[in-house]
């Protein structure tokens, strides 16, 4: 790559990083090459961007970043980068799924709010946290709840009378 191609492609991963909510950079040396193209295909549907990058380009990229450091053993050997721009846990959830199935790729590290973490948080952690929908409906659950006590205990004077009045039927028709 020439100089100015170099500066654009700085400038672009710049770009991604600063709009991503999180990012899972990945080995994906020894996966084949349909195995890439599922993955990829697997990424376009969750609208995650995968795009394998020149260490060196990465680290231009994040120099003014604080915490680019924690990334210097995650940015040897060959490395792809999988940025999610909605749902934090989407990528690391695509290739939790992958790697259950393959074995491949291996995940470096991860980003997640400027915080760096390593292969194992990234798979127990990140991959495991709700997506936007779960997130919503847990909200609307615990928002709810209290009115649906409210309308339990409303009601229930209505349902013992009811019971009491049927058990005295019983009663009376059994005499």
Partial sequence: MVRPEKLAAVEVL???FSKMSSAVLVNFVGMKVDEIDRLRTTFRAKGIEYRVVKNTLVKKALANEPWVGGLNL???GMTGIAWSFEEPSAAA???KEAIKEAQKPVIKAGILEGAILDAKAVENQL???PSKDEARSMLLATFMAP???LVMVLNAPGRNF???LAAKQRK???A
């Fill in 14 to 16: 710049r770009g991604r």
């Fill in 74 to 76: 995650a940015l040897k």
């Fill in 93 to 95: 959830r695509v290739l």
């Fill in 127 to 129: 991959a495991t946290l």
């Fill in 147 to 149: 009115a649906q006590h």
């Fill in 162 to 164: 009811v019971g009491v």
């Fill in 172 to 174: 009376a028709e059994s």
